[in-house]
């Protein structure tokens, strides 16, 4: 299970807002702000229902602050990177992971510019991580403000945790149920690679493999990222590059395992299984498809609850 922020402040883009929040749980917005309509609101029925009624008017307040500190930390980065004009993206992610199962916690907290890493917090060396120049007068500062260090150390690791908690409480119906996937095994021409797509599941924890009679396969095979679908769900596709002769005459299996379901979900490859969008079965292909820069501004934002 995961809680995570993301802040995005943008220069240089007149029909987007320039800070802009969302709030995440296991990939599910719960919650908005942005600079144009000032206000911390609901993105799930359920969190408008669960929370005590100033939760909204204390987190608008901490957004807004947090709107400040982000426009003027990206004047810091352009200064730094010696910009004017032209478009730029300033963003953070922060916040905490928690396996219910393992019992076991992490947190992030990280910091990008213009698509590029720019800064991260290392929670075990407590520590910055400064992969360009400019972000390194940064992480001389942060690195010795120790109050600040703990402060974060302390909410990534016990209050994030606590209210992911309290989030999953709260909406126990949508974020923890386990949907299963609908695997299909799809083709382009015969001489295309074979797609193993896996869709419709939910949670996002899903493993997509190929075995070759009966023994894990990874030579000629490409995994996809795992994609959200509009609905909520996700989906995922494994591709074996193999020629037709050779999964004829041995046994290729996609193989799917789903986080919180015990069974695997087994497609044996044979040509009664492949969809295509050639011959006769005419099925239409799926594809597979930071805070303060500078030492004239503030180290952190205010955390969400």
């Known amino acids: 299970h995961s809680l995570r922020y993301v802040y995005t402040a943008t220069s240089g883009m007149p029909d987007f807002p320039e800070f802009v929040t969302v709030g995440l749980v296991n990939g599910e917005p719960i919650s908005y702000y942005d600079s144009i309509i000032r206000r911390e609101t609901p993105r799930q029925d359920w969190m408008k229902e669960a929370v005590d009624p100033d939760y909204w008017n204390r987190n608008t307040q901490t957004s807004i602050g947090d709107e400040q500190t ?6 810091v980065a352009k200064q730094r990177f010696n910009q004017t004009g032209g478009v ?5 992610m922060y916040g905490c992971e928690w396996d219910d199962e393992a019992g076991v916690t992490e947190g992030f907290d990280q910091y990008g510019y213009d698509g590029e890493d720019f800064l991260a917090f290392d929670l075990k060396t407590l520590k910055c991580i400064a992969p360009t120049p400019q972000s390194l007068i940064t992480k001389l ?5 120790m109050a600040q260090i703990q402060q974060d150390k302390h909410y990534l690791t016990q209050t994030c945790i606590e209210w992911l908690k309290k989030y999953l409480d709260y909406g126990k119906s949508t974020l923890i149920r386990t949907v299963p996937p609908s695997v299909s095994l799809l083709q382009k021409t015969p001489s295309s690679p074979v797609t193993c797509h896996a869709t419709g599941f939910y949670p996002s924890g899903v493993m997509v493999s190929w075995q070759k009679d009966g023994q894990d396969h990874h030579e000629d095979v490409e995994y996809g990222e795992t ?10 596709s494994s ?13 290729y299996q996609c193989v799917v395992q789903v986080t919180g ?3 695997d979900f087994i497609k044996v490859l044979t040509e009664s299984e492949i969809k295509t969008n050639w011959g006769n079965t005419n099925i239409g292909f799926v594809p597979a498809n ?16």
């Open 88 to 92: 730029h993206v300033y963003q953070n």
């Open 261 to 263: 379901v015990k069974e």
């Open 239 to 251: 591709h074996l590059t193999v020629t037709p002769e050779e999964w004829k005459n041995n046994k």
């Open 141 to 145: 500062k942060w690195d010795n403000n």
């Open 227 to 236: 994609l959200q679908n509009d609905d909520g769900t996700f989906q995922k």
């Open 70 to 75: 982000f426009k003027a930390n990206i004047d």
């Open 290 to 305: 930071t805070s303060d820069v500078g030492s004239n501004s503030s180290h952190n934002t205010v955390p969400k609850e």
